[in-house]
């Protein structure tokens, strides 16, 4: 009977060692290492912007300034300014009319009458100083070309041109005189207005009749080859 109750007490101590020896679970930590997922750095490529800037500055114009004219004249009875008028229409030059400030009337124009104006004045130059409304023309620099006209008086251009003539220079500029007349040529009058500037280059000049047309100042404006 002893013997029985000491193999179960054995029985029973050997099941109590079994369950004293229950696992624990693995205290170190499983360093997962956590994969960070490289970034696809979309490196976007830099729009081309274009190198080749507008300029903004203007683009100069080949602008000949050879080419302006200008068209000045002393009429009396109206034919050197219908003749100035066809050049101002052939050429696309200005027009510039001579106004004495005292104008001359039919008397003092009758050269048949010594006691007339022009016939005075003709036969006393010291007296020939015509005042004029204007004798210098706005932006007178400007004109490359000049063209003088008057009617002739006793040979020569009339006086009162004199007076612009005096007031001006015409230094690098192409002076080209005309007159009109009902029988004398252009003469010395060309010339004589050349010498008293003392500056500018003359042409020679062109006489026109007292009723010329456009078409026969068109002609010679095209001969001039400016």
Same mark, same amino acid.
């Given at each position: ?10 029985f029973v101590m050997i ?7 229950? /696992?624990?679970? *693995?205290s170190s ?10 970034q696809?750095?979309q490196?976007s490529?830099?729009?081309?912007t274009? #190198?080749?800037?507008t300029?903004?500055e203007?683009?100069q114009e080949?602008? =000949? ?11 009396a009875t109206g034919? =050197? /300014? ?7 229409e052939a050429?696309?030059?200005?027009? @510039? $009319? +001579? /106004?004495?400030?005292e104008p001359?009337?039919d008397?003092?124009l009758n050269?048949n009458? =010594?006691?007339s104006?022009v ?6 130059p *010291? %007296? ?8 210098t023309?706005?932006?007178? $620099? /400007?004109? %490359? =070309? ?14 009162p041109v004199?007076? @612009? ?7 690098g500029?192409t002076?080209?005189? @005309?007159c ?5 040529g252009?003469?010395?009058?060309? !010339?004589l207005l050349a010498?008293?500037?003392?500056t500018?280059n003359?042409? $020679?000049g !062109?006489?026109?009749? #007292?009723?010329?047309?456009a078409e026969?100042?068109q002609?010679w404006?095209d001969g001039?080859? +400016?």
């Open positions: 009977m002893k013997k029985l109750i000491a193999l179960l007490m054995g099941l109590g060692l079994a369950s004293c020896s229950s /696992e624990t679970p *693995d930590s499983s360093s997962a290492s956590t994969s960070t997922a490289p696809t750095s490196s490529e830099p729009e081309e274009s #190198s080749a800037s300029s903004s203007s683009v080949s602008q =000949t300034e050879g080419g302006k004219t200008l068209v000045v004249y002393f009429s034919n =050197t /300014e219908g003749a100035a008028g066809y050049i101002a050429t696309g030059g200005d027009l @510039f $009319e +001579l /106004e004495p400030v001359y009337t008397a003092d050269w009458d =010594t006691n104006r016939v005075y004045e003709h036969d006393n *010291d %007296d020939r100083d015509v005042e004029l409304v204007a004798d023309v706005e932006n007178w $620099e /400007e004109y %490359d =070309t000049v063209f003088i006209g008057y009617p002739i008086w006793w040979g020569i251009a009339a006086w004199d007076t @612009f003539i005096e007031a001006n220079d015409f230094t500029k002076v080209i005189p @005309f009109t007349s009902t029988s004398s252009l003469g010395e009058s060309g !010339q010498d008293m500037a003392g500018g003359w042409l $020679e !062109q006489r026109f009749s #007292s009723n010329v047309s026969e100042v002609s404006v001039l080859g +400016l």
